[in-house]
């Protein structure tokens, strides 16, 4: 079965501290990865996707991604984080042969102490 | 662009009552939304897929009679929650998705409806 798994439920970070968010998943095919953030209160937003080519992938707000196929890994970095990071971080899985449907892992909450 | 709307973002109704919540792609066409579930503190549950002009297909456990999905507009999908429970109180957020090769699993987001039944 598919499925998404995120390592962290909870980091707590000083601002200015590097952050790395991991994601694994469980898919036999071809995939599309997303990373979303949603910030207390507020509607996901996508923060970066990886569809193919270059594995190192850059999104908003200064946040990257790296695709490592041999890892099943999705993980997200940021090197430098700031006190409005603060919010929860999702993983997003998509199969090509699953009718756009995106599985989603647990969360991870991301609190940013000034 | 890439704007999905929700209506409405919060409501209070009554235990046995039915709600309606709408969900709009408001600058692109949508033929296939999705809808979800999320309880405080934890990840989305898929529970459908809407599907324009035809019927939703609707994840293993969720009640499909309870659980209205109509897909009438390439642009509208509407989730009706029929004898509303306590126990459906949650937060529900559709997302649609443009078509195209490219952009095939991207997924654009509601802001969501929070509902709480009494």
């Known amino acids: 079965a598919q499925s998404v798994s995120q390592h962290n439920h909870h980091v707590i970070l000083s601002e200015a501290a590097s952050l790395e968010l991991g994601c694994n998943y469980s898919?036999?095919?071809?995939?599309?990865l997303f990373w979303y953030v949603q910030y207390p209160g507020q509607h996901l937003q996508l923060l970066l996707k990886?569809?193919?080519?270059?594995?190192l992938v850059k999104g908003i707000k200064g946040f990257e991604a790296e695709f490592i196929k041999s890892k099943f890994s999705f993980n997200l970095r940021k090197p430098s984080v700031q006190w409005s990071d603060t919010a929860e971080y999702f993983c997003?899985?998509?199969?090509?042969?699953?009718?756009?449907?995106?599985?989603f892992g647990q969360g991870t909450e991301l609190s940013v102490k000034p | 662009g890439a704007v999905v709307s929700q209506h409405p973002s919060r409501v209070i109704c009554k235990s046995g009552t039915s709600v309606k919540i709408e969900c709009r792609s408001l600058?692109?066409?949508?033929?296939?939304m999705f809808w979800y579930r999320q309880f405080p503190k934890q990840s989305l549950m898929l529970m459908a897929t809407?599907?324009?002009?035809?019927?939703?297909?609707?994840e293993q456990g969720v009640e499909k009679d309870k659980f209205l999905i109509n897909h009438a507009s390439l642009t509208l999908s509407t989730l009706t929650v029929t004898s509303a429970h306590p126990e459906d109180s949650s937060f529900y957020i559709c997302?649609?998705?443009?078509?195209?090769?490219?952009?095939?699993?991207?997924?654009?987001f509601g802001p969501g409806t929070r509902l709480t039944v009494l």
């Open positions: 997302s649609a998705r443009q078509s195209g090769a490219q952009s095939y699993n991207e997924q654009f």
């Open positions: 898919y036999g095919g071809t995939v599309n």
């Open positions: 990886y569809f193919s080519g270059d594995p």
């Open positions: 997003a899985v998509g199969g090509w042969n699953q009718g756009g449907k995106l599985i």
């Open positions: 600058d692109f066409q949508a033929t296939t």
């Open positions: 809407s599907n324009e002009g035809s019927k939703a297909t609707y």
